[in-house]
Each structure stands twice: as structure tokens, then as C-alpha cells.
């Protein structure tokens, strides 16, 4: 139990809750305001690497701004898709599951079409650290530094812009917003709008770590579905957050001492736990006891 | 309910006319209409429910329905005749069908089946019957060979599918040309010859020689091999008969993989399959080949035990790929090992081998992790890797995702050498990972693109010939290519394509000269012997064959007891089985 060795435990648990903190945070935003499961955030996240690959190796042009330009791209892509295809599911949760379905199958399998099985992969930039006979790759920790800024990025658009308050208000009572002036469909469409640009940052942050091959997002979305379920709908900030801190360091320990396979059942009996004891997931958890909190206060 | 019996019937259908009736649907639930929704909404997308008053009105006129046989085959032959319109009037799209739908309207009355619907009915299906029966009865004519072949084109494995796919269609053609593998029983050997050799080995990319050893001061026995492996067969195909290849794509899916060969099998009736590239894959499908009597080869390097007699594998197999590769590691880095291997069959049971011959080796494997095939980010192998200080590690991973592993180890400044019967050779790598990924990277294989003989050049120079944007000629494309040219030898061996007289000359003891040197099929094993050679990459990614064993045979299974020419058997054996690997292993 060396210092070092905690550093590395440390180091593993940044590196999976960036992990799962990345892949869910866009899910779980569209799924908290417009209330919708986006079984094709995987094929965003793909989209995402997509681009960032292609741009970087037909274009030529510095990864940061291919980086970008996949945010962007996806960003308004999901907007499209949002007026196109989205709109009309709003009150139909099945019908938005198999649509969602529908397009990712043509994201998926278009892609293998167009672009061939594979891609060659952005290098990724070998910095390393090293420390007490441990080396780690410092680029994830660039990563988990994504992360924790993209929810201080999210946190700052709900909790202090105007934006913020009305979708606030449109989470917690749609109609009630329309009556007081707030444009709901708008609210969702940049909602959704920005979902998939997170989705887009996701892939184009892990593009350089993973081949890039058409069905790469599955390997993100089986645990994002995870991370969205155990927080739960009712915050999708603190909800993200919350979750992905919990489950990653459920299954970091057991990752490093059993190895690979033991770290991912860890993390599904824990998920299997939390829902059967807190079934409107963690931010529904910590909703319901504010709004405890405050009843008492008032009796 | 309804939407979602009208979504499943019209899968075949106009997709428009789902969500037709789905609105259809809703808005008389809404308007507070009864209709009975009766079973005839199964049978086909809402044709009974027109658009329009007066045909509601029509449809609610007619008589109640009996829950007997009539009214339904009504339907059918309105169906019928939809699907018929559907297909002559496919370019007018939703307007024809609208169109029918009017043209439908006055039949709802009609309570039983007639005359007429029958016959339109029959009609219809056997012109579907011919026109779907046509292929075959056109292939039946030409009497070609037909060539079951199930690679994985997408999916975990796609990178390794494509090139066996070339592999076995290079194969083809030079067979539907008159060509053949030059073989025989025995290989012809060449003279030994006393020559001058340089004092290390070339080292070489796909591109170019990049050192040729330095001078040529040392004497040595060298032997020669010609470079011209193909000979003429003396006919175009086999038996007179050209080689046609069905391939479909399993996507790198077991269930696919068992779906496609039964409908190869019993649809196709293909003459040999030759499938698979995972060993979960192939013990998917091997009941079914057995089930059916289907000459099945499986072209890929493996965990070693498939004693079977429709099986023939032409891929290398532990003792002649794990064994020498740990030699040499062991007498070069050490005697510590941690073994990284996928989750499957395959890696656990080369790991078992592994764990096996350590010990017969003066070596130990102080760790293994192993790593379910979903799996692409590694921090937490790497940082048990670090932990354990081994000499090298022994690499079982496969698959794209398990490939991200080595720009993320070089990237976390992992320096160990590293061991492996499959990555670079099977899956290049080395040249899709920017260097110095794979460097300290060792690996034995049965055949590499770099290998540096003429008449590998001469083979390379066929293949990008044919199929110029190849990125890479793999070790299993070369299994493929060997394995369809022995199939045809053995088929025109045997004169027939019946399978057990091909079985029995592929037992004849028949060997060939593959690209990489002189292989044989043991008639015991029915496995391939191999020519060997221990590859290097180096920090430029460069390849260096540092050792070669030109003839290591499949000597396993035999030690078990198979011998498939008296006693046919139909299983894979594992390493629990043979009592020497349990032997060895109690003594450290």
C-alpha cells in the first residue's frame, strides 16, 4: 500500500469517473429536460470520433480545433435530428425509444457503408508521468480535466443564465412554463442540441485512445445507460456527477486487484443495488430528501 | 396493441402506410368511433382500413365476422394483389398503393373465398417461387463447385475477415485459371549448399529492405527453394468445373455465423465451408458442420485441440507458434511472464498452455489478467502490469477493440518486451498504430507480408496486383490462400466433390509449397505442419525474422491419441485433458 501505488489507484479512479462522466452527461441531460432515452448516443459519440479522425487525417488541421469542429458537427446534427425526427415523440416514450433505435441502426451501419470497417486512429500524444517506478499517460488526465470542466460548463448554463432558469422551468413543469411565456420547443431543441455536442466532445476526446471502427459506440453507452439510470432523471447535473463518482469507485478497486472483468460486474451489482434501494436513482435521492427537508421545515 | 400489430405486419410493406394507420388508429380511438379491430389487422398492414368515410362505412357493413376461414383469405388475396401491384408500380410509391386501396373499397362485401383470389393467389406464388427458384436452377446448369465461405466483413474482427475474403478470392481465380499449388507428398527438398551469409538477418517493412544484415563473411549450409510456387493444373477448375465463392458477412456475430451456415448448407448446398476467425466462432459452428457432414475448414491460428473429422485446420497451433516464441523470450528476458489474454476460449486456453510449458521452460507466469472482448480502455491492466514487474508479457488480445492497448501502453510509457502468437501477424499493428507502439514486439508466425524471400515477393506481388489497396497481407489470408488451393488439389485428387472421398485425399498425406515454404497435412491431426519464423518489430516498426523453424508438426493432438484415419472423433481437446501438462506443472 505505497504511496505510489495509491497514486495509481487514484490515477485509475480520475480516469474512470472521466470515463463514465463523459459518456452519460449528454444522455442524461436530454433524458432529465426533454425526457427522452437517445438510444443513438452511441452513434453520436461514433460521429463525434468520426469527424475528429477524418478531419484530422483528410484536412490536415490541428486536433484541438478537429476537436472542435466534431462538437459543432454533432452539436447541429442533433439539432437536426431534433426538428426532423424527435419532435414528434415527445409524449410517446416507446415510439422516441424505437425511433432513436431506427437511427442509430442507419448511423451505424451508414457508416460502414460510406467509410469502410475502419478507420487508422488519431496518434495519441504520448506525454508521460512517471512517479515512484508507476508512468502514467497524461493525456488521461487531460481527459478527467475535460470532464470536471464540462460539468462546471453545465452547471454554469443551468444554474446562472437565463437559459438555464427557463429550462429549469421546463423540466420541472412544461405546461406551467409555456403559460409564463417560455418556449419549450426551443428549450428543446437546444437541449437536445446540446446533448449530442457533449456526445461529440465524448467521441473526439477518446478518438485518439480507441480504434475507429462503426460500432465504437457501443463500448461507450452500455455504461453510459448505466450512469444515466443510476442518477436518475430528477438532476441531470448532480445526478451525472453523483453516479459516475460512486460507480467508479466501486469498480476501480476491484478492477485493480481482480482485474478487468471483476471491476465491470462490480460496477453492475452496484447499479443493480442502488436502483433496488433508491429506485428514482441517486438525484431523485437527494430531490426527495430536499423536498423532505423542507416540509419539515415548514411544519 | 393495434400500432403495434399494424408496425409488425407492414414490415414488408410501405412504411408510409404504418404510420397511416397508426394515425388512422389513434384519431378513432379519439373520436370516440368503434370500430372492431379484428384479426384481419394481423394479416396485413391495415388494407382494410381505407382512408375515407364512405369505405369506413363499407367496412363496418359487412356481415359479422365468423371467426372461420373465410373473410380472412379474402383478405390474403387482396393482399395478394397489393404485393403484386406493389412490386409493378414500385416507382409510384405510395400513389399506386392509394390507388388499390380505391379499387379495393367494393369488395369488402364478399364473404367467402373465390375462384378467382385463388387463382390470383396460386399465380402469384409460383411466379415468386420461379423467380426466387431461378439462381439456382442457373447454377445447377453450369455446374459449378460451390465454395461456402463466412469471414467477418464488419464488426470486432472485420480487419482480419477482409483479408482471409482476398485471401480465399485470389486463391480462386488462379484455380479457375489453371493453376496449382505445387505439391506432393513429400517436399522436394533442394540441394544444401555451402554460401556465405551475412551476420544477422535482414530487416525489412512492406515497403523496402531497410538492412540487409551487413557483409556476407560467414560460412553456413543454406538451402534453396524455388521462387515459383504455382504450377499449371492442366484445366481451368477443378474436374472441369469452375469454383464459384458464396460469401455472405456475419458481422463478427456467433448467432450469425450459425444462422449463415445452415442456410449455406441447406440452402446452397455448398460443396466445403471454410468459416471463422474467432474460436468462439468456430465451436459456434463445428456442430452444425458435423451435424450435416459438411467438409469444413478452419483457416486460423488457434488454441490447438480440434480433432474432427469434417475439420481440417490450416492455421498454426500451440506447439508450433506459443512454445518457440516463449523459448526465445525466456532465454533472451527473463524467466518472469504476465500473460494478458482476451476472455474467451481461445485465451484461456492459450494462457493454460502458457502456464503449462513455464515451467518445462525454467520459467513462471507470476500473473494473468483477462479481458472481455467489449473492452477499449486498459488504465487499469497497464497499471497492474506496472505493478508486477514481469521480464515480458505474453499477449493474447484480439480483436479492434483489445488493439487500443498498445498506443495506450506506449502512451502510459509501458517499456516490456512483449510476446504473442497473433498481434502484428494477424492484425498488423504495426502499421496502424504510429511507431514506437509495438516496439520490443515478438511474434511467430506462419506467414508475414515482410517475409523476405523471392518467392514471397513474388506471392505479394500477385496479391496487390489483384487487390491493390490491400493495407496489409496477414498470417490468416495466407492460411486462407493455402487452404482453398489444397482443397482444389485434393478434390482433383480425389475426382469427385463428394466430401468423405475428399476428406480421404486430403488424408493421402498431401502437402503443398505455401508462399511462406513447404506445408503438409497430417493425416492423423488434419492439421497443417508450418514453416515458423519469429518476427521482431523494432522502434521504427521494421520487422526482423531474428529465428525460423521451417517444419514444426502438429504434434498435440496425436500425443492424445487422434488418429482421425482409423478413429473418427468429433470434439476439441483442452489442456486438462493431457496428463503431461498437469505433470510438469507440480514441479516448481
Given at each position: 500500500m505505497s504511496l505510489p501505488y495509491l497514486v495509481s489507484l487514484l490515477y485509475q479512479y480520475a480516469d474512470n469517473v472521466a470515463f463514465l462522466l463523459l459518456a452519460a452527461l449528454g444522455l442524461m441531460i436530454i433524458l432529465g429536460v426533454v425526457d427522452v432515452i437517445n438510444l443513438a448516443h452511441g452513434e453520436l459519440i461514433m460521429l463525434g470520433a468520426y469527424t475528429t479522425t477524418l478531419a484530422y487525417h483528410r484536412?490536415?488541421?490541428p486536433l484541438p480545433l478537429c476537436m472542435l469542429l466534431s462538437v459543432v458537427g454533432v452539436g447541429a446534427f442533433g439539432m437536426l435530428l431534433e426538428r426532423t425526427v424527435i419532435r414528434r415523440f415527445y409524449r410517446d416514450r416507446l415510439g422516441a425509444l424505437v425511433a432513436t433505435w431506427g437511427i442509430s441502426l442507419i448511423l451505424s451501419q451508414g457508416t460502414l457503408l460510406l467509410l469502410g470497417p475502419s478507420l487508422i486512429a488519431v496518434p495519441l500524444p504520448d506525454w508521460t508521468v512517471s512517479y515512484g517506478g508507476y508512468s502514467f499517460g497524461a493525456y488521461r488526465l487531460l481527459l478527467f480535466g475535460a470532464a470536471v470542466g464540462v460539468v462546471l460548463l453545465a452547471w454554469w448554463v443551468f444554474y446562472r443564465t437565463r437559459l438555464g432558469v427557463r429550462t429549469r422551468a421546463t423540466m420541472q413543469n412544461a405546461e406551467m412554463a409555456r403559460a409564463v411565456g417560455v418556449d419549450t420547443r426551443r428549450i428543446y431543441l437546444y437541449t437536445f442540441g446540446a446533448g449530442s455536442a457533449l456526445a461529440g466532445l465524448t467521441g473526439a476526446l477518446y478518438a485518439p485512445t480507441t480504434t475507429i471502427v462503426p460500432l465504437m459506440g457501443t463500448t461507450f453507452v452500455d455504461v453510459a445507460f448505466i450512469t444515466v439510470v443510476v442518477g436518475g432523471g430528477a438532476n441531470p447535473i448532480l445526478g451525472a456527477l453523483t453516479s459516475s463518482a460512486l460507480l467508479a469507485l466501486i469498480s476501480t478497486p476491484l478492477s485493480t486487484a481482480l482485474g478487468t472483468f471483476a471491476g465491470r460486474i462490480g460496477l453492475l451489482v452496484a447499479a443493480l443495488a442502488i436502483i433496488r434501494f433508491l429506485p428514482r436513482g441517486l438525484s431523485g435521492y437527494f430531490h426527495d430528501l430536499q423536498r423532505r427537508r423542507m416540509a419539515a421545515a415548514r411544519t | 396493441m393495434e400500432r403495434a400489430a399494424a408496425v409488425l405486419s407492414a414490415g414488408l410493406g410501405d412504411p408510409f402506410r404504418v404510420v397511416r394507420t397508426a394515425q388512422r388508429a389513434a384519431t378513432q380511438r379519439l373520436s370516440g368511433r368503434l370500430v372492431v379491430h379484428h384479426s384481419c389487422s394481423l394479416t396485413h398492414a391495415g388494407a382494410c382500413h381505407r382512408r375515407g368515410p364512405r369505405v369506413e362505412g363499407a367496412h363496418r357493413r359487412a356481415?359479422?365476422?365468423?371467426?372461420?376461414?373465410?373473410q380472412p383469405l379474402t383478405r390474403v388475396g387482396a393482399h395478394q394483389r397489393t404485393e403484386d401491384a406493389m412490386t409493378n408500380d414500385e416507382t409510384n410509391g405510395i400513389a399506386s398503393s392509394e390507388r388499390l386501396d380505391a379499387q379495393e373499397s367494393p369488395r369488402p362485401e364478399a364473404v367467402g373465398i373465390t375462384r378467382r383470389d385463388f387463382m390470383k393467389a396460386t399465380a402469384a406464388t409460383a411466379a415468386g417461387v420461379a423467380v426466387l427458384g431461378a439462381p439456382a436452377i442457373a447454377r445447377a446448369q453450369a455446374q459449378a463447385i460451390k465454395f461456402g465461405l463466412l469471414e467477418d466483413r464488419s464488426g470486432n474482427f472485420a480487419i482480419f475477415g477482409l483479408n482471409k475474403w482476398h485471401g480465399t478470392q485470389l486463391a480462386i481465380k488462379e484455380i479457375n485459371e489453371g493453376f496449382t499449388l505445387d505439391g506432393g507428398v513429400q517436399g522436394p527438398g533442394g540441394p544444401g549448399v555451402h554460401a556465405k551469409i551475412a551476420a544477422k538477418p535482414p530487416t525489412q517493412n512492406i515497403k523496402q529492405t531497410v538492412d540487409n544484415g551487413g557483409a556476407q563473411t560467414r560460412d553456413d549450409v543454406v538451402w534453396t527453394e524455388s521462387a515459383e510456387y504455382l504450377v499449371k493444373s492442366g484445366e481451368q477448375g477443378v474436374l472441369g468445373r469452375k469454383i464459384e465463392l458464396i460469401a455472405p458477412d456475419p458481422q463478427s456475430d456467433n448467432t450469425q455465423f450459425q444462422a449463415l451456415a445452415r442456410r449455406l448448407i441447406l440452402d446452397e448446398k455448398v460443396d466445403v465451408i471454410m468459416a471463422g476467425f474467432a474460436s468462439a466462432e468456430r465451436e459456434a459452428i463445428r456442430p452444425i458442420m458435423d451435424q450435416n457432414k459438411m467438409l469444413y475448414f478452419y483457416n486460423n491460428q488457434y488454441e490447438g485441440g480440434v480433432a474432427d473429422k469434417n475439420t481440417f485446420c490450416t492455421g498454426a497451433v500451440p506447439e508450433q507458434q506459443i512454445v518457440p516464441v516463449m523459448q526465445y523470450m525466456i532465454k533472451n528476458f527473463g524467466p518472469r511472464i504476465y500473460t494478458l489474454a482476451a476472455d474467451y476460449n481461445f485465451g484461456q486456453l492459450s494462457a493454460a498452455w502458457t502456464r503449462a510449458m513455464a515451467p518445462l521452460l525454467n520459467a513462471e507466469v507470476i500473473g494473468e489478467e483477462f479481458i472481455p472482448l467489449?473492452?477499449?480502455?486498459f488504465s487499469s491492466s497497464i497499471a497492474k502490469i506496472q505493478q508486477a514487474k514481469p521480464s515480458w508479457l505474453m499477449m493474447y488480445i484480439t480483436g479492434q477493440n483489445h488493439s487500443n492497448f498498445y498506443p495506450q501502453a506506449n502512451a502510459a510509457g509501458l517499456q516490456f518486451p512483449m510476446g504473442s502468437s497473433i498481434n502484428i501477424a494477424q492484425g498488423y499493428e504495426h502499421r496502424r498504430f504510429a511507431p514506437p507502439a509495438l516496439n520490443r514486439f515478438h511474434v511467430t508466425a506462419s506467414y508475414m507480408e515482410e517475409i523476405p524471400t523471392p518467392r514471397n515477393k513474388l506471392f505479394v506481388k500477385r496479391w496487390r496486383a489483384m487487390f491493390a489497396d490491400e493495407p496489409y497481407l496477414a498470417m490468416e489470408g495466407h492460411s486462407a490462400y493455402v487452404a482453398t488451393h489444397l482443397y482444389a488439389k485434393a478434390v482433383r485428387l480425389a475426382g469427385t466433390t463428394e466430401k468423405a472421398k475428399v476428406i480421404q485425399a486430403l488424408e493421402s498425406g498431401i502437402g503443398v509449397e505455401a508462399p511462406a515454404g513447404w506445408v503438409a497435412m497430417d493425416p492423423a491431426t488434419h492439421h497443417l505442419s508450418q514453416y515458423i519464423r519469429l518476427a521482431r518489430c523494432d522502434e521504427k516498426h521494421d520487422i526482423t525474422f531474428m529465428t525460423e523453424w521451417p517444419h514444426i508438426e502438429p504434434w498435440w493432438t496425436r500425443r492424445l491419441g487422434v488418429n482421425l484415419v482409423n478413429k473418427p472423433e468429433y470434439k476439441q481437446y483442452v489442456p486438462d485433458e493431457d496428463p503431461f501438462f498437469k505433470m510438469f506443472g507440480k514441479k516448481k
Open positions: 484536412a490536415h488541421l | 356481415p359479422p365476422r365468423a371467426p372461420g376461414m373465410a467489449s473492452v477499449s480502455q
